[in-house]
């Protein structure tokens, strides 16, 4: 397809970009400090505020068509909850957040108890007024996954569609930008994830990509061609890719990780029921509500390994994870999605 030329260099001369950046980036140092110098406090939250979503992408298992937007009271209400938690950073997810009509209150009170603000959408609402709504909200970092170039009966996140928005994107935003592009799960032309990333690039934004998990969270192989797509982005790695780490290349070769998930203790799934999860995947643990989850809480799940953690490919809470790999053994088990239960596995 036939892009038009971009000028990413515009947004990021602006006098008033560069300042929200270089502020944005000393509130990511400090969180970084914060996350060393303490385990008690969780670094991320993803928070949903709506399981409605405007699309219906063959493999996703996060939305549905009949949610009611979250109220905004309940919304603000389990951000303040988060912040007592000492949370860093809030991102809100969905379904499609941008169909919550409380949405820039939401990014405020995020941003007044003190956390980063994220938000990952599907880009298909997003227009300059909206954009500047955004920025005035405060939002720090947006992500949209984009799937293919052509939209097809498995996804319509799609470059061809969406690539107006990332132009206004471009010229518009006072916010981090970056693109996910994806191999794996019934994705029809692997080949499409370089096409998208180096847009991304082209257009001054970060471009990361990632695997398609199955509904429990768990690796699926790559094939021959998928994997080509990747070792060509890895070649890319020095100039564009610094996300890219050991456990991704594990997941591409379809190899077991050795890592301590630390999800309900330094990450946070927060359902629109209010109900804290590990994580996307592996909802219904612990299940319990965001206003009764404790300091007790954080600290206990911190220690309890899960035994989902070596196949797992929810890279954001690996990441976050990564923090306190150094430390800190677990010595508790606990086996989601069966019924195992908690078991105790220290000496
Ligand atoms: S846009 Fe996102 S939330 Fe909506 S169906 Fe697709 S993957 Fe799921
Ligand atoms: S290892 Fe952690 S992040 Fe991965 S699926 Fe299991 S609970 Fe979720």
Known sequence: MATPIAQPGLRKQAPRWKLKAAVRKARELTIVGHALAS?????????????????????????????????????LRRIDHLGRLGTSIITISGGEPLTHPGLDEVIRRIRKVGALAGMITNGYL????????????GLDHLQISIDNVEPDEISKKSLKVLDKKLQWLAEYADFHVNINSVVGGGIKNPQDALVIGRRAIQLGFT??????????????????????VWEEMRSWKKKNYSRFNQFQEAIANAQPNDWRCRAGSRYLYICENGLVHYCSQQRGFPGVPLAEYMQTDLDREFLTEKTCAPHCTISCVHQISHIDHWRAPQTSRISPGTTDGLVNIST
């Open 207 to 228: 471009s990361t990509i990632g695997i398609i998990h199955d509904g429990d969270g768990q690796l699926k192989p790559l094939g021959e061609v998928e994997r080509r």
């Open 126 to 137: 997003l227009v300059p007024e909206r954009i500047e709504r955004l920025n005035n909200a």
């Open 39 to 75: 385990t008690r406090h969780p670094v991320m939250a993803q928070i949903v505020p709506m399981r409605y979503c405007n699309l219906s992408c063959a493999y996703c298992n996060e939305y549905d068509k009949v949610s009611e937007p979250v109220p905004i009271d309940e919304m």
